[in-house]
């Protein structure tokens, strides 16, 4: 595409001060540790490119994607002397790519397949290894620790993942001290990691060497600890493409989900499904235009949403609501993850540091 095509008429105003002020949250919280960033699934769906590039800025080294596409994406931009550590490890159909990715690029092994797989590249420089400590996702099992430790690989950096760090579940101490006595049975490894978001406000136990938070850097509040802490980074906003009067009695979009009591002025903006605002905010999400409150009537559609205005309300075509998108309000609304409503974001929008 030229660069001369239209602007897009959804924007995503992203605040890179708040993600770097939600990064230096979280990094003082873990003062002993060093703080990475997860930035799998296109940072959250912020863009990983840009997040890595704010997050080097303010200190960051260590960086997390699932897969070795992700890796590459970040390839081109990446300063000398960051990390990427690639969360699902390596197959054969990888190896390639790893070769002329070079050593800022590390396999998470998670099987002893993998495990296997890397040491018989040869490429002999560092990877990561994850254990499982009770989330039965990734990794190897604690019986695995001599085989990493006879496999002549190198270790960079060791690393479990809690399954409940938002719950104060007993499994959390469980998990830390299974990981703990990990670390220990493998002096090889140069550091320890553990807590994503939410495992960093359970305390300097939970710390080790080096942390991996991925949501709480977008804005996602993990634990109430975290609470006032944590700022929101993506602001979506979306034009008017038609204004138009309801009248009492009348519905508004699919099967009718929404009937006017009385006569009422709606807007209809380019936002939907495809842009990650699912069904579950009809009738229920929000917007603001000149501080006002707009409401969603009836069912969103794949790509258009109605809002109704409060008398006097001016808003026409071509004007900008700015759609409310505070997590923790969001993910109450729509019953929603924070996960789940920033990943979804997509690709329509125009994506606007400030
Ligand atoms: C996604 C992920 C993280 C980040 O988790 P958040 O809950 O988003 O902070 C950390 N570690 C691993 C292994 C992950 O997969």
Known sequence: MPDDRPPSPLRLNIDGNALV???????????????????????????????????????CTDFYVATWQEAMALAPTLADHVAVSVLHGIRSDDIP??????????????????????RDTGLGWACDVMFDTGMNR???????????NHSGITVDTLMSHLASADDDVATNDAQRMAFAELVAACPA????????????CLGQP????????????????????????????????AQVIQRRRVHAGQSVGYNGAWTAQSDTDVVIVNLGYADGYLRAFSNVGGAQFAGERLIVVGRVS???????????????????????????RASAQTGLSPYELLISLGSRYDRRWQ
């Not at 939600?22 to 912020?46: E, H, I, S």
């Not at 990734?138 to 990493?148: H, P, S, Y």
């Open 138 to 148: 990734l990794g190897l099992c604690g019986a695995d620790i001599d085989a990493v």
């Open 302 to 328: 794949m790509d258009l949403t109605a809002l109704a205005l409060p008398e006097g309300c001016t808003a026409t075509e071509g004007d900008w609501i700015a759609v409310d998108f505070a997590l923790d």
């Open 189 to 200: 490894a140069q550091r320890a990691s553990l807590s994503n978001s939410a495992g960093i």
């Open 21 to 59: 002020a939600n990064w230096r949250w979280l990094d003082q919280l873990a003062p002993t540790a060093r703080t990475g960033a997860a930035v799998k699934a296109d940072g959250y769906g912020l863009g990983a490119v840009e997040v890595v590039r704010s997050l080097t800025a303010a200190g």
């Open 97 to 118: 790519n790893i070769k002329a990715l070079g050593p800022q690029f590390r396999p998470v092994i998670n099987t002893l397949q993998q495990l296997k797989l890397w």
């Open 206 to 237: 939970y710390h080790f060497d080096l942390t991996r938070p991925g949501l709480a850097l977008y804005g996602g509040v993990p634990r109430v600890e975290a609470h006032g802490h944590i700022r929101q980074t993506v602001f979506p906003e």
